[in-house]
């Protein structure tokens, strides 16, 4: 089955505590993309990949970093949560700029 | 200006009813155009894609696109309790790099 994968689902975390959320994707899509969603701002994008070890800046992308090794993953990294860093965040992958596919996304709490 | 604009509802409709939902884009030189449902609490799921002038119909979806005016509609006919959802419009232009930008998405709900 063609699909997105993220882990975990649901994080509490304090701050300052350094995580990662993990995206892997098998249909050997070379652009990936990380999302993070917040009421009445909607779908903003923190990182995007056009390939393999090729990652750019997406629009909020402070507080964050995405590493792009191998094609099928993408995680995030945020070294140093922060309260506003509260959201929830999807994982998305596809052909360059044209059709994207979700996963199933990642409720992150930051104490 | 916002890059992509819905207004975010609720649009109420009746069961069995044609919703309607727009969406306006700022970059005219936009090449791709996407609808995609996300049911609460859920990812957005990709419903249609358009990429030219005029209507593409897919089951009980219309995208219609209108290049010249710079909006992208989306008609659900016979709407149905499962089409509620908050439905968001997304584009991909020259001015936007090789991103989608989303709108905020409107909330649908069809009421029985």
């Known amino acids: 089955e063609a699909q997105v994968t993220q882990n975990p689902r649901y994080l509490i975390t304090v701050t300052g505590k350094k995580l990662t959320v993990t995206c892997s994707q098998n249909m050997n899509h070379e652009y990936m993309s990380w999302y993070r969603q917040d009421p009445g701002l909607g779908l903003r994008q923190i990182y995007y990949?056009?390939?393999?070890?090729?990652?750019d800046k997406g629009d909020v992308p402070e507080g964050y970093k995405v590493s792009r090794k191998e094609k099928r993953n993408f995680p995030l990294i945020l070294e140093s949560p922060s309260p506003n860093q509260t959201s929830l965040y999807f994982c998305?992958?596809?052909?360059?700029?044209?059709?994207?596919?979700f996963g199933p996304g990642t409720r992150l709490t930051v104490t | 200006q916002k890059e992509v604009e819905q207004n975010s509802g609720p649009l109420s409709v009746p069961e069995g009813a044609i919703a309607s939902l727009n969406c306006t884009y700022s970059?005219?030189?936009?090449?791709?155009f996407f609808w995609y449902r996300q049911y609460s609490g859920k990812s957005p799921e990709l419903i249609m894609s358009?990429?030219?002038?005029g209507d593409k119909e897919d089951g009980r979806f219309t995208a219609q696109l209108n290049k010249a005016s710079q909006y992208v509609s989306l008609l659900i006919r016979d709407s149905q309790p499962s089409d509620s959802a908050t439905y968001l419009c997304a584009v991909n232009g020259r001015e936007y790099g090789n991103k989608l930008v989303f709108g905020a998405g409107t909330i649908l709900r069809v009421k029985s």
């Open positions: 990949s056009m390939n393999v070890e090729v990652t």
């Open positions: 970059d005219r030189g936009s090449q791709s």
């Open positions: 358009i990429y030219s002038n």
């Open positions: 998305a992958s596809g052909t360059g700029g044209y059709e994207q596919y």
